[in-house]
């Protein structure tokens, strides 16, 4: 084993000996996790990552040689003369590997040939047709390229009231075996329409939008083997008006990997603002015009889902993509139907096995990507797939990928008609509404993307589920709030269009006091969320007034710095509505002022004096100065949490920070069980103000939770870091009286089932107003009941029903996800439990 230091050293004499060698991908299988974090830090080319099996290198013959000579199990994959081989010919244009101008061409016939079904459109120029367009310099004359798409619908011109698709190729220039996967579906649908009824329904019933080549300036640098390693666009970083690259090895002063530019979570994860590295994501988020015609693309229609083909690796990957370890909100819709297209794409290399499906961390984690933007801003299912076994395989290769690609493509375009939720919303004049569509127990669990929305011209909305029972809530406001339990069929579309009433006018005022002294609450901030009204505050006698509210469900935020922060559903009725909050001390209160930091730590976490809100202290993961390059700890508190016995939970905290955005991040993150981590905010970049975060714990009602938080960096980067004060955590009761009007939901809250997972028994949590009968009903993800009983409670209060996993006839069931509906008064309200065993 090689001692750090050594390791280091090799590593940088490798990288300064490379300057001027050739260049060929390796795989290191069984590496070490030291060794592992050093080629993480160190910037490597790195093509594919398999934790625990191999890693794949773009090395020179030194970097080779000196990763032989530390006795690693090391093996060539692909040579550069190989790469060369496998693209060159008389006219540099094998069948398989097309340049620009015969992709073009061929999208134009195809638009010629196929008039009725076709549409074609240029998005925008490229970076190179940019520079040409202001006199940049002629050393850009050859890259007068556009971003061609090809439309395919039954009516190309019109954009109907349909679900769009994306298949996009070619992000990176030395992938151009995205390119031909990406015509070769193109011309299967094509060559198929009005023979296969399944090819004919699915264009004739969506939009569906093929771009075959989104780098074509770095792919013609490819293709001329200019440099057959390029990854990158050709952004003239260092502004010498002439395309720049080392050696021909990938590396160079100039370019900007486009599948790091892009906005949600960009910067921070396998990316570096060093622009001579291969995943340089630019000066800032869409800094390049291919991103930027992407984001324009697909902010602009309703896309539901798409396919970015990459090479190589056989993956189906899935967000989240940005960090380790973060799951998405739709992660089970996310993975089943990456199970479905992997299932049905089957390798290259000979073993007769079928394409991986994961998460995009599962690759490795990076950040910027085309799907982490399109999930996370507009709830699209957006897949990579990687192609092949190589970089750029042979012709032959070729062929075989295209063709084992085919099937999945019906697979994700076909998706829209089953196990989804769609309808119109409109307004009583039948006039289309963008309004949120919430899933609950989908769109309250994960790491948070943004809001899903209904489209703006027609009020379309699709969201794709997994069978099964499921509350889902429609607003906008300004309209009343509706909320329906809906079945979701594993063979068809459920349709519920929605109209929203429109809200009228209303008043709110009231009165906050201190839940303990009944006391009045001065200078707290009283919010209705999403209204767009600006908070009001509560005056010497805790009073407050709203006036331009609107009727309807509406949520309401409380908030007094040093106190609680609460959430509450009310329902306003036309006219005045008066109501009363409470709010308690916090349960948990640290301003890390005691002089001693009581939180177990790891690192240099510890107390700052000189940075804080309330004086003397702030907890910060580097207090002495910069934080540590290449390391990771965390600062946990010192306890669990008991959440249970409480219909509202929530922690805050005041933070700023100043991250380096070259791999480093800080979490904070919350487990139940002190092993298993869920991130729910994430901290990259500079904040240089202090700001409150607010997060709901509500998810986690009837169980104990672990709280930390979390500095990782495995690069040479540094920083100042973060600083932590006012740390706080509520649990209270729905604390709240209607003076004129009923709380919506108070006489009937679900809080959850705790455990969850479980194995065997779980008990399912629930609060009532006064003494009653609950009816349960407990349903597989079949939408079939397999479980009922009906209980009733002599008193008000929290209570719960037991479940032991097993039928009504005593029958234990299957491992799974179930779905329960708790019935009381009238109100029915649902949750989603998952069984191991």
Same mark, same amino acid.
């Given at each position: 084993?090689?001692k750090?230091?050594?390791?280091?050293?090799?590593?940088i004499?490798a990288?300064?000996?490379s300057?001027?060698?050739?260049?060929q991908?390796?795989?290191?299988?069984?590496?070490?996790?030291?060794l592992?974090?050093?080629?993480f830090?160190?910037?490597?080319?790195?093509?594919?990552?398999?934790?625990?099996?191999?890693?794949?290198?773009?090395?020179?013959?030194?970097?080779?040689?000196?990763?032989?000579?530390?006795?690693?199990?090391?093996?060539?994959?692909?040579?550069?003369?190989q790469?060369?081989?496998?693209?060159s010919?008389?006219?540099?244009?094998?069948?398989?590997?097309?340049?620009?101008?015969q992709?073009?061409?061929?999208?134009?016939q195809?638009?010629?040939?196929?008039?009725?079904?076709?549409?074609?459109?240029?998005?925008?120029?490229?970076?190179?047709?940019?520079?040409?367009?202001?006199?940049?310099?002629?050393?850009?004359?050859?890259?007068?390229?556009?971003?061609?798409?090809?439309?395919?619908?039954?009516?190309?011109?019109?954009?109907?009231?349909?679900?769009?698709?994306?298949?996009?190729?070619?992000?990176?220039?030395?992938?151009?075996?995205?390119?031909?996967?990406t015509?070769?579906?193109?011309?299967?649908?094509?060559?198929?329409?009005?023979?296969?009824?399944?090819?004919?329904?699915?264009?004739?019933?969506?939009?569906?939008?093929?771009?075959?080549?989104?780098?074509?300036?770095?792919?013609?640098?490819?293709?001329?083997?200019?440099?057959?390693?390029?990854?990158?666009?050709?952004?003239?970083?260092?502004?010498n008006?002439?395309?720049?690259?080392?050696?021909?090895?990938?590396? =160079?002063? *100039?370019?900007?990997?486009?599948?790091r /530019?892009?906005? @949600? +979570?960009?910067?921070?994860?396998?990316?570096?603002?060093? $622009?001579?590295?291969?995943?340089?994501?630019?000066?800032?988020?869409?800094?390049e015009?291919?991103?930027?015609?992407?984001?324009?693309?697909?902010d602009?229609?309703?896309?539901?889902?798409?396919?970015?083909y990459?090479?190589?690796?056989?993956?189906?990957?899935?967000?989240?993509?940005?960090?380790?370890?973060?799951y998405?909100?739709?992660?089970?819709?996310?993975?089943?139907?990456?199970?479905?297209?992997?299932?049905?794409?089957l390798?290259?290399?000979?073993?007769?096995?079928?394409?991986?499906?994961?998460?995009?961390?599962?690759?490795?984690?990076?950040?910027? =990507?085309? *799907?982490?933007?399109?999930?996370?801003? /507009?709830?699209i @299912? +957006?897949?990579?797939?990687?192609?092949?076994?190589?970089? $750029?395989p042979?012709?032959?290769i070729?062929?075989?990928?295209?063709?084992n690609?085919?099937?999945?493509?019906?697979?994700?375009?076909?998706?829209?008609?089953?196990?989804?939720?769609?309808?119109?919303?409109?307004?009583t004049?039948?006039?289309p509404i963008?309004?949120?569509?919430?899933v609950e127990?989908?769109?309250?669990?994960?790491?948070?993307?943004?809001?899903?929305?209904?489209?703006?011209?027609?009020g379309?909305?699709?969201?794709?589920?997994?069978?099964?029972?499921?509350n889902?809530?429609?607003?906008?406001?300004?309209?009343?709030t509706?909320?329906?339990?809906?079945?979701?069929?594993?063979?068809?579309?459920?349709?519920?269009?929605?109209?929203?009433?429109?809200?009228?006018?209303?008043?709110?005022s009231?009165?906050v006091?201190?839940?303990?002294?009944?006391?009045?609450?001065?200078?707290?901030?009283v919010?209705?969320?999403?209204?767009?009204?600006?908070?009001?505050?509560?005056?010497e006698?805790?009073?407050?007034?709203?006036?331009?509210?609107?009727?309807?469900?509406?949520?309401?935020?409380?908030n007094?710095?040093?106190?609680?922060?609460?959430?509450?559903?009310?329902?306003?009725?036309?006219?005045?509505?008066?109501?009363?909050?409470?709010?308690?001390?916090?349960?948990?209160?640290?301003?890390?002022?005691?002089?001693?930091?009581t939180?177990?730590?790891?690192?240099?976490?510890?107390?700052?004096?000189?940075?804080?809100?309330?004086?003397?202290?702030?907890l910060?993961?580097?207090?002495?100065?910069?934080?540590?390059?290449?390391?990771?700890?965390?600062?946990?508190?010192?306890?669990?949490?008991?959440?249970s016995?409480?219909?509202?939970?929530?922690?805050?905290?005041?933070?700023?920070?100043?991250?380096?955005?070259?791999?480093?991040?800080i979490?904070?993150?919350?487990?139940t069980?002190?092993?298993n981590?869920?991130?729910?905010?994430?901290?990259?970049g500079?904040?240089?103000d202090?700001?409150?975060y607010?997060?709901?714990?509500?998810?986690?009602?009837?169980?104990?939770v672990?709280?930390?938080?979390?500095?990782?960096?495995?690069?040479n980067?540094?920083?100042?870091?973060?600083?932590?004060?006012?740390?706080?955590?509520?649990?209270?009761?729905?604390?709240?009286?209607?003076?004129?009007?009923?709380?919506?939901?108070?006489?009937?809250?679900?809080?959850?089932n705790?455990p969850?997972?479980?194995?065997?028994?779980?008990h399912?949590?629930?609060?009532?107003?006064?003494?009653?009968t609950?009816?349960?009903?407990?349903?597989?993800?079949?939408?079939?009941?397999?479980?009922?009983?009906?209980?009733?409670?002599s008193n008000?209060?929290?209570?719960?029903?037991?479940?032991?996993?097993?039928?009504?006839?005593?029958?234990?069931?299957?491992?799974g996800?179930?779905?329960?509906?708790?019935?009381?008064q009238?109100?029915?309200?649902?949750g989603?439990?998952?069984?191991?065993?």
């Amino acid at each position: 084993m090689f001692k750090k230091g050594l390791l280091l050293l090799i590593l940088i004499s490798a990288m300064v000996l490379s300057l001027y060698a050739d260049r060929q991908l390796v795989r290191i299988t069984g590496a070490e996790k030291q060794l592992i974090d050093q080629i993480f830090k160190n910037n490597y080319d790195i093509a594919l990552y398999r934790p625990n099996h191999f890693i794949d290198l773009v090395l020179d013959e030194n970097q080779f040689n000196q990763f032989q000579n530390m006795n690693l199990n090391i093996q060539i994959v692909q040579t550069e003369s190989q790469m060369k081989e496998n693209l060159s010919s008389q006219s540099r244009d094998i069948p398989g590997y097309r340049n620009y101008s015969q992709i073009i061409a061929q999208l134009n016939q195809y638009a010629s040939n196929y008039s009725d079904i076709c549409e074609l459109h240029n998005l925008g120029n490229s970076l190179g047709a940019d520079y040409i367009a202001s006199s940049y310099g002629t050393a850009y004359n050859d890259f007068n390229h556009q971003l061609i798409a090809l439309k395919v619908s039954d009516n190309p011109n019109i954009e109907e009231d349909e679900p769009s698709f994306y298949f996009m190729g070619a992000h990176h220039a030395r992938e151009p075996l995205s390119t031909e996967v990406t015509m070769a579906v193109l011309d299967y649908y094509l060559s198929n329409y009005n023979i296969d009824p399944e090819i004919t329904d699915l264009i004739n019933t969506s939009q569906i939008w093929f771009l075959p080549i989104v780098n074509p300036n770095g792919q013609k640098i490819v293709l001329d083997q200019e440099d057959v390693w390029w990854r990158k666009n050709i952004r003239d970083n260092n502004s010498n008006h002439q395309f720049d690259t080392y050696n021909q090895y990938g590396y =160079g002063i *100039d370019g900007v990997d486009l599948n790091r /530019n892009y906005g @949600f +979570g960009w910067g921070y994860f396998s990316s570096t603002d060093d $622009i001579t590295y291969p995943t340089y994501h630019g000066t800032e988020a869409f800094s390049e015009p291919e991103t930027m015609i992407i984001k324009n693309l697909i902010d602009s229609h309703s896309f539901v889902a798409g396919i970015s083909y990459h090479t190589y690796g056989g993956l189906v990957l899935h967000p989240w993509g940005s960090l380790p370890n973060v799951y998405s909100p739709d992660g089970l819709a996310l993975a089943d139907l990456a199970n479905q297209m992997a299932e049905t794409i089957l390798k290259t290399d000979g073993s007769n096995q079928h394409y991986d499906p994961g998460y995009g961390w599962e690759l490795y984690a990076a950040s910027g =990507g085309l *799907d982490e933007y399109a999930y996370g801003q /507009n709830s699209i @299912f +957006g897949y990579t797939i990687e192609l092949a076994e190589e970089f $750029i395989p042979s012709a032959s290769i070729v062929t075989q990928t295209c063709q084992n690609n085919l099937e999945a493509s019906k697979i994700i375009v076909s998706r829209v008609k089953k196990s989804c939720l769609t309808g119109l919303i409109k307004d009583t004049d039948n006039n289309p509404i963008v309004a949120q569509v919430y899933v609950e127990t989908v769109d309250n669990t994960g790491y948070p993307k943004q809001p899903y929305l209904s489209n703006a011209q027609y009020g379309r909305y699709y969201r794709l589920l997994m069978p099964g029972l499921y509350n889902v809530t429609f607003s906008a406001w300004g309209y009343q709030t509706q909320t329906f339990l809906i079945s979701i069929d594993t063979d068809q579309q459920t349709v519920l269009d929605i109209t929203l009433e429109p809200s009228e006018a209303c008043t709110v005022s009231g009165y906050v006091l201190d839940e303990t002294t009944s006391l009045p609450v001065p200078q707290a901030s009283v919010t209705l969320l999403n209204s767009g009204i600006e908070p009001v505050f509560t005056d010497e006698q805790g009073f407050f007034m709203i006036e331009e509210a609107c009727s309807g469900e509406q949520i309401v935020r409380i908030n007094k710095a040093g106190g609680d922060k609460v959430q509450h559903i009310i329902t306003l009725n036309p006219g005045n509505n008066t109501f009363t909050f409470t709010l308690s001390p916090a349960f948990i209160s640290d301003n890390f002022d005691n002089g001693a930091l009581t939180w177990a730590k790891t690192g240099s976490w510890g107390l700052n004096s000189n940075q804080f809100v309330s004086p003397d202290n702030s907890l910060a993961d580097s207090p002495s100065g910069n934080y540590t390059p290449d390391s990771q700890s965390y600062c946990r508190f010192p306890s669990a949490i008991d959440l249970s016995e409480c219909s509202n939970a929530s922690v805050s905290f005041m933070a700023k920070h100043q991250i380096a955005l070259k791999g480093e991040y800080i979490a904070f993150e919350i487990s139940t069980d002190a092993i298993n981590w869920q991130a729910l905010k994430i901290f990259t970049g500079n904040q240089p103000d202090w700001s409150e975060y607010y997060l709901s714990l509500n998810a986690y009602l009837g169980q104990s939770v672990w709280m930390r938080f979390v500095y990782n960096n495995n690069y040479n980067s540094t920083s100042d870091g973060i600083y932590i004060d006012n740390f706080q955590v509520f649990k209270n009761s729905n604390s709240v009286s209607a003076n004129d009007h009923n709380v919506n939901s108070l006489s009937f809250k679900v809080l959850g089932n705790y455990p969850n997972p479980f194995n065997p028994d779980t008990h399912i949590r629930f609060q009532i107003e006064q003494a009653g009968t609950v009816d349960l009903n407990i349903y597989n993800i079949k939408g079939q009941k397999v479980y009922s009983q009906k209980k009733s409670f002599s008193n008000a209060g929290i209570h719960q029903i037991n479940w032991s996993g097993k039928d009504n006839e005593k029958h234990p069931t299957g491992s799974g996800i179930y779905f329960y509906r708790l019935s009381y008064q009238g109100i029915h309200q649902t949750g989603k439990m998952l069984l191991i065993k």
